[in-house]
Antibody, heavy 121, light 107 residues
Framework: QVHLVQSGAEVGKPGASVKVSCKAS????????IHWVRQAPGQRLEWMGW????????RYSQRFQGRLSISTDTSAGTPYMELSSLRSEDSAVYYC??????????????WGQGTLVTVSS | DIQMTQSPSSLSASVGDRVTITCRAS??????LNWYQQKPGKAPSLLIF???GLQSGVPSRFTGSRSGTDFTLTIDSLHPEDFATYFC?????????FGQGTRVEIK
């Protein structure tokens, strides 16, 4: 069965970077996009970007342009999300999610368990 | 960005009740609307895709429908495990955007 297992909680200082991994298993890794979505306390889910695990192409939300980097190690079946220039409002739970592209729309059919990132000096 | 507005933000219901949650899109999104359930401390899980498609393994008491830019998630005969927060999400345009969530609590 499909599993997305994320790395553990992180604490980052303001201005620093954090990198979260998302080990995928149970399906053909290069057949699906991986998206990153975050959820700050009391806030709605916020989409950050995606990576094509086949081509390595990426697309990022304008809100994170210049600070976000999504990459993938195809041989390890593991995508990564790195957020730099951290600020307090980046404290959130970060999720990876598998993206399914269909003729009737795209959706996130499997999610990682989430990684808590806390920005604190 | 397309704005998604859910109502109500929370509701109290009893086991066996019928529950309806609404999500309104700021622009036409056709049927590109998905619903997710999230329990405390857990990741969201997909319930409904393309406005009314039932995800594999999801009980048939969950149904979705559309009227213009208004979308509805209905839970027939609420089960104890259905007490959770529900989110809508549009996939018509990038960036995909989510509603603010509806928390379903036990009365």
């Amino acid at each position: 069965q499909v599993h997305l297992v994320q790395s553990g909680a992180e604490v980052g200082k303001p201005g620093a970077s954090v990198k979260v991994s998302c080990k995928a298993s149970g399906y053909t890794f290069t057949g699906f996009f991986i998206h990153w979505v975050r959820q700050a306390p009391g806030q709605r889910l916020e989409w950050m970007g995606w990576i094509s695990t086949d081509t390595g192409n990426t697309r990022y939300s304008q809100r994170f342009q210049g600070r976000l980097s999504i990459s993938t190690d195809t041989s390890a079946g593991t995508p990564y999300m790195e957020l730099s220039s951290l600020r307090s409002e980046d404290s959130a739970v970060y999720y990876c999610a598998r993206g399914l592209v269909t003729a009737w729309g795209d959706y996130f059919d499997y999610w990682g368990q989430g990684t808590l990132v806390t920005v604190s000096s | 960005d397309i704005q998604m507005t859910q109502s109500p933000s929370s509701l109290s219901a009893s086991v066996g009740d019928r529950v309806t949650i609404t999500c309104r899109a700021s622009h036409n999104i056709n049927n590109y609307l998905n619903w997710y359930q999230q329990k405390p401390g857990k990741a969201p899980s997909l319930l409904i895709f393309a406005a009314s498609g039932l995800q594999s393994g999801v009980p048939s008491r969950f149904t979705g429908s559309r009227s213009g830019t208004d979308f509805t998630l209905t839970i027939d005969s609420l089960h104890p495990e259905d007490f959770a927060t529900y989110f809508c999400q549009q996939s018509f345009k990038t960036p995909p955007t989510f509603g603010q969530g509806t928390r379903v609590e036990i009365k």
